[in-house]
């Protein structure tokens, strides 16, 4: 790994909230094209990283570096500007809006045209149009949804939403997909397909991801080749491969915390 080739690095961040101490002193960094994994318990502080990545939250210390330039006091939309995009834990869809009309809203994040180009439809907004169109289609065949372009969000099956959420993350042409438990509600066929589907975005797009997952067959599988980092109580644990992790004592002591988690890691 070089310097020169790393995407993000996140240095001693912490962030409190209150009295609470969110997430401490945390360090982690990746390099262009890795997908890598960050676990932990309820609570953790994993859905906290992302946040701060997107500058939802501010941290109280510590430095974000993208492409090895500092984005802290961004604003959201400068950091979806510069190339990171996410989902969330609880699916943010336009439930009224059409399959199309989601993803062709991401590919409208950034005017390529001026509103009066737009109000006479000049040949260059006309054009515009087309390729956004032609764009949008092309990324709900990615995620095999483009038999249900026309339906409504809310009408499409729960996973089904989950893929969506994916493709309009994918509509702003990041250069770093944060995925928050993308496998959140599904069943083993269906968490199976979602492990294809990523690893089918990772190759083809050659996307940085990180994902925070619970499911951990779904971790193990589509990090076998990386790392996983472990947060517990606000603190990275531990940093590993997935054979490391998985036999890491202060890791397995971690989600013993949790009966369900604790079952789901054992079984992996």
Known sequence: MTASNEILSLRNLTVDFGGVRAVNDVSLSLQRG??????????????????????????????????????????????????????????????????????????????HYSLAEAFVRTPRARQIENDTRKKALELLEMVNLQEYAHARAASLPYGLQRRLEIARAMATSPQLLLLDEPAAGMNEDECNELIELIRKIHQQMQYTIIIIEHHMAVVMELCRDSRIYVLNLGSLLAVGSPQEIQNNPDVIRAYLGERKNARDFSAS
């Open 34 to 111: 890795e997908m890598v994994a960050l676990i932990g318990p309820n609570g953790a502080g994993k859905t906290t990283i992302f946040n701060l990545i997107t500058s939802a939250v501010q941290p109280t210390a510590g430095e974000i570096l993208l492409n090895g330039k500092s984005i802290l006091r961004k604003s959201p939309d400068q950091i979806c500007r510069l190339g990171i995009s996410r989902t969330f834990q609880n699916i943010r869809l336009f439930p009224q809006m059409t399959a199309y009309e989601n993803v062709e809203l991401g590919l409208h994040s950034t005017p």
